[in-house]
């Protein structure tokens, strides 16, 4: 979810733009200041240390899938969920983003020390082990090794930081894995955009490179050799050379698109267009839209399945999931899903689709075999859909290693 507005969105789509935020502010309101909260009070506990209340949570016993984990970016909550995919069992929440504030470290106790609780992580990439959160309150890129992650540790997990442009909002790492991507939307001031483009070394944690643009930069993708980017702006699809970080082309007339994904061949490009509720067809080889499928209101993120057949897409006024078949360019089924359905995400085997509810927290998991409800549960550690806690799962990556051990 972007933090910007823009004049020619419609209404709906302008209060999905700034909810994430004022749920992030609403946060840091209630404490006061952004860096007078302690980590034990902060609300961001492992289960242990949480209240009795807040223990319970409304989950499926039924819930069965591939071994692996996932992780879901909840930015209104300065945090991230650990899943573990196989019974979709809250693994651990953690904390992301957020840096202590200096001269309150105390030694040998992660729990009683202060953070600074202004982040807003609205997008993740994973590859090779590693997160990559594209922390919107800070201006960074929080980088948080995987395998660094354990259950006791939630307050203060290995990270860093990478100080990138303004308002980050989308990630994306290069298929070879050398480079993390990040999409500066700009600031929210309506003049003009000091949009961008911020390329990441994984090996350094560094920003090598910066293309700056004329609009807001979204959601990134990549052709399948990494030669070619394809990133969504308020003014359309951009796409660009990566060896030279050269904007070869810009396509019009998309209505506001937000999400992007490339066939697994890099021969088509599926843009996700809002203001007309259709996904966008883009042939790659002339950077020309090709047809026009009409889907639900407001879609959002959408994901390919691994051999390209079949593509959701989240609408997210309508309060469902288009199922697309490519082959024909039409929309096969409709899966219905409650609470603002925007970001959606395929286990690495395809057999599972995680759907989240912005304004309910609420992830559903359906099978992919028929379309049918396989769970449905709050992320976080709220007990009830709907409970103000901010939990918004905006963004949810899969990998088949096992979840974060103690």
């Not at 930069?217 to 030669?227: L, W």
């Not at 993120?301 to 057949?309: I, K, M, P, R």
């Amino acid at each position: 979810m972007a933090l910007r507005e823009s004049l020619s969105s419609r209404p709906a789509w302008a209060s999905r733009r700034v909810i994430i935020a004022g749920a992030a502010a609403v946060a840091l309101a209630a404490g006061g200041t952004a860096t007078a909260l302690a980590a034990h009070s902060a609300g961001h506990h492992s289960l242990a240390g949480k209240p009795a209340a807040a223990k319970a949570r409304l989950a499926s016993s039924i819930c069965t899938g591939p071994a692996g984990s996932a992780y879901l970016a909840l930015p209104g909550y300065q945090a991230f969920d650990a899943f573990d995919t196989s019974d979709c069992s809250l693994v651990q929440q953690y904390n992301v983003g957020d840096p202590i504030v200096p001269g309150t470290q105390i030694p040998g106790n992660d729990n009683e020390q202060d953070f600074n609780y202004s982040s807003t992580n609205e997008g993740v990439a994973l590859s090779n082990g590693t997160l990559y959160f594209a922390d919107t309150g800070n201006d960074t890129l929080a980088v948080v090794p995987t395998a660094d992650l354990t259950v006791a540790n939630y307050a203060n997990p290995t990270e860093t930081l990478v100080h990138v442009g303004i308002n980050p909002q989308g990630v994306a790492v290069t298929p070879d894995g050398t480079q993390a991507w990040v999409a500066d939307t700009g600031p929210q001031t309506g003049g003009p955009s000091l949009g961008g483009i911020d390329v990441v070394s994984t090996t350094t944690d560094t920003v090598t490179a910066t293309l700056r643009l004329h609009s807001d930069p979204r959601e990134i993708a990549f052709s399948p050799d990494g030669s070619t980017a394809y990133v969504t702006t308020g003014r359309g699809l951009l796409v660009i050379d990566t060896a030279t970080l050269q904007v070869t082309a810009l396509i019009r007339g998309l209505g506001d698109p937000q999400d992007v994904v490339v066939s697994p061949d890099g021969s088509t490009v599926y843009v996700t267009n809002t203001i007309q509720g259709e996904v966008d067809v883009i042939s790659a080889a002339t950077d020309t839209v090709t047809d026009a499928i009409q889907v639900g209101e407001l879609p959002w993120q959408e994901v390919l399945s691994s051999d390209g057949s079949t593509l959701y897409v989240a609408d997210g006024d309508s309060n469902e999931v288009s199922v697309i078949s490519t082959a024909t360019d039409t929309v096969t089924g409709s899966i219905p899903v409650t609470g603002d359905p925007v970001s959606v995400a395929l286990t690495p085997d395809g057999s599972e689709l995680w759907v989240g509810g912005l304004t309910t927290g609420l992830l559903t998991v359906f099978d992919t075999s028929n379309d049918s409800t396989v769970a449905s549960f709050t992320v976080g550690y709220g007990g009830e859909a709907n409970d103000g806690l901010g939990e918004e799962p905006t963004s949810i990556v899969f990998t088949t290693a096992p979840p974060p051990g103690g």
